[in-house]
């Protein structure tokens, strides 16, 4: 297992919480770390790019208060994503704002440019990037990022189409960093099957936009809790990109979820939906395949108190069977 020193120790649940776009604000995040699971947020989030500064210290000072009133409890590192594209003219910017603060772990999109994991390692900083398939690992790997992100079907948002037993197995022959998986993961029993595989860390995403902290709508959240995976469209119309989509979302929009043209992959814009007038996220909501099981939306605390449970009960039933 390539658990780093950073994470060691601080978490009560081997989960990182995805940065999810508008959704992941401070008081997300604070609430995920204070759970003891990883919380991450987009540096796109905090608009204009002045905010990033002010979100990290009040993330830094909150968690940090609250180490110091509990010292018993396990209390996990935060998380900021970059999106290494183009079309991100803050990428930079964002960036000096990390080193400045020591950001624990950076999560890259897209592209890994050596300059973004040279920033981080330079303050001993760590660099996960997400990939969908072998080649874009390969590339992250050698650009030397310490933990792949392997994005396999069924992920909520921007997701590939491998299976977890495909993609999981085949990395590990030769990456010997951290490996996260993603993909339809909702609760604890999700979070063990992860790291039997093989997995270091679950990574969750949609899960956490039913939660109490989540800058999400309710009427978001209560598709989440309304749905299930028949619902879910893989399409690339709304930022170029592929990814996974609640269908009542783009039915809303005016669109037939059943008949979307293929957008210019080459035209990648991650505010637009297509030619409509709604917004990829604002009002296209991204969707994993594992809305089946999300049935509420508690507060953080709670739902990884009841995630942990789940995590433990599944750990046993393995070590039932195989004693059996």
């Known amino acids: 297992m390539a658990l780093p020193a950073l994470l060691k120790d601080t978490l009560e649940l ?49 968690l940090g208060e609250y180490k110091s009133r509990n010292p018993g409890r396990k209390v996990a590192p935060y998380a900021v994503n970059q999106i290494c594209h183009a079309s991100n003219d803050r990428l930079m910017k964002d960036m000096e704002t990390c080193v400045k603060h020591r950001a624990p772990i950076i999560i890259t999109s897209l592209r890994p440019p050596a300059e973004i994991v040279e ?12 990939v969908i398939n072998v ?46 998986l993603s993909g339809a993961i909702s609760d604890g029993f999700g979070v063990a099957s992860a790291v039997t595989l093989g997995a270091d860390l679950a990574y969750m995403g949609t899960r956490f936009i039913a939660t109490a902290e989540a800058n999400a709508a309710d009427e978001y959240k209560s598709a989440l809790v309304q749905h299930a995976a028949h619902d879910i469209v893989y399409t690339n119309l709304f930022t170029g990109v592929h ?25 990648m814009n991650f505010g637009s ?32 108190d009841r995630m942990k449970r789940e995590f433990d009960q599944a750990r ?9």
């Open 273 to 304: 939906g297509g030619n409509t007038k709604s917004k990829a996220w604002r009002d296209i909501w991204g969707s994993g395949q594992g809305i089946g099981q999300i049935t509420d939306a508690p507060p953080v605390a709670e739902l990884v």
């Open 119 to 130: 920033a981080a390692h330079s303050y001993g900083g760590l660099v996960f990037h997400d």
């Open 135 to 180: 080649k874009h690992a390969r590339k992250a790997a050698e650009q030397g990022v310490d933990g792949l992100i392997l994005v396999c079907a069924g992920a909520g948002g921007h997701a590939g189409t491998l299976s977890p037993f495909a993609l999981v197995r085949e990395v590990k022959q030769w990456f010997k960093g951290t490996i996260l």
């Open 243 to 267: 990814g996974n989509y609640l269908g009542p979302s783009i039915a809303a929009a005016g669109l037939d979820p059943d008949n979307l043209p293929v957008a210019d992959k080459t035209k």
């Open 316 to 324: 046993q039933d393995l070590l039932i069977r195989a004693s059996a």
């Open 14 to 62: 081997p989960v990182v919480g995805s940065p999810l776009f508008i959704v992941s604000g401070p008081e997300l995040v604070i609430a995920q770390c204070k759970a003891g699971v990883v919380g991450s947020f987009p540096a796109l989030n905090a608009r204009p790019v002045e905010k990033l500064d002010e979100w990290l210290s009040r993330i830094e000072d909150e």
